[in-house]
């Protein structure tokens, strides 16, 4: 296995890190281990906007809109 060391860490990062391996009931270093496998794991952020609202709501299904009756369109107004 590989070893890290990383200087320079924000105090207030390193508290919040503390608390939340306690929450967690392990130690920080357990902790960091499964935050950097898990961000490394996770799956490629979608490419667009549109991608990443469908990613998003996927799993809740999809609704099936009627579309709106279209008129025609109203007469452009006169200024002259």
């Known amino acids: ?5 990383i200087r320079n860490l924000d105090d207030d990062v390193k508290r919040r890190l503390r608390v939340r391996a306690a929450e967690h009931g392990r130690s920080m270093e357990e902790e960091v281990r499964d935050i950097l496998r898990l961000s490394v794991s ?5 490419r667009n906007l549109g991608q990443a609202i469908h990613a998003r709501f996927a ?3 999809g609704v099936d809109l009627e579309p709106p009756s279209r008129g025609s369109m109203r007469d452009l107004p006169d200024f002259g």
């Open 1 to 5: 296995m590989a070893s890290i060391t």
């Open 42 to 46: 996770a799956p490629e952020a979608p």
């Open 59 to 61: 799993a809740l299904g």
